[in-house]
T-cell receptor, first 109, second 109 residues
Framework: SQTIHQWPATLVQPVGSPLSLECTVE??????LYWYRQAAGRGLQLLFY??????ISSEVPQNLSASRPQDRQFILSSKKLLLSDSGFYLC????????FGQGTRLTVV | GQNIDQPTEMTATEGAIVQINCTYQ??????LFWYQQHAGEAPTFLSY????GLEEKGRFSSFLSRSKGYSYLLLKELQMKDSASYLC??????????FGSGTKLNVKP
């Protein structure tokens, strides 16, 4: 069966520091991969979408970037975090239905 | 994105039936998905509709009308553990999922 791993679960980072969140999927090949952000009490905002290695589609211009160095690995990065980057970050994979990782709660202080 | 609209909050009584509505933009639409999200956790998949009609899965049912851009999630025999946010998501284009802001359901004894 397919599983998705996302880490860390929580993260507190100072303003201006870099960010790297990693997500890996097991049990499937060539999945579509996604990064979402959820502000407190809000819905999920699609940040990035990938259909294959090195193929990244950005939905919203922002302080973040994504990379897909391997088929089942998706990374969310920032060179310098802003206070507004705080939120709940969710990685998902899809072969038809989207399934989510456990999420990373990021607090920028 | 894609104007996914759903009520912000609803309250219902344990044992009752509740219907959560969702409207969406029909252009480029490929399917409607429902997720449950408990506070502080990642969303979990409940149900999906691609064609018009009703899909039943135990106490949960989901309905779709593609011509009207409308869906609903029906929860029967409500239990206290059903208190959560319910997210409506539309799939567009090749495989992009856009979410509504979520409906927070409060189940009272």
């Amino acid at each position: 069966s397919q599983t998705i791993h996302q880490w860390p679960a929580t993260l507190v980072q100072p303003v201006g520091s870099p960010l790297s969140l990693e997500c890996t999927v097991e049990g499937t090949s060539n999945p579509n991969l996604y990064w979402y952000r959820q502000a407190a009490g809000r819905g999920l905002q699609l940040l990035f979408y990938s259909v294959g290695i090195g193929q990244i589609s950005s939905e919203v211009p922002q302080n973040l970037s994504a990379s897909r160095p391997q088929d089942r690995q998706f990374i969310l990065s920032s060179k310098k975090l802003l206070l507004s980057d705080s939120g709940f970050y969710l990685c998902a994979w899809s072969g038809g239905v989207a399934f989510f990782g456990q999420g990373t709660r990021l607090t920028v202080v | 994105g894609q104007n996914i609209d759903q009520p912000t909050e609803m309250t219902a009584t344990e044992g009752a039936i509740v219907q959560i509505n969702c409207t969406y933009q029909t252009s480029g639409f490929n399917g409607l998905f429902w997720y449950q999200q408990h506070a502080g956790e990642a969303p979990t998949f409940l149900s999906y509709n691609v064609l018009d009609g009703l899909e039943e899965k135990g106490r949960f049912s989901s309905f779709l009308s593609r011509s009207k851009g409308y869906s609903y999630l029906l929860l029967k025999e409500l239990q206290m553990k059903d208190s959560a946010s319910y997210l409506c998501a539309g799939k567009y284009g090749f495989n992009k999922f856009y979410f509504g802001s979520g409906t927070k359901l409060n189940v009272k004894p």
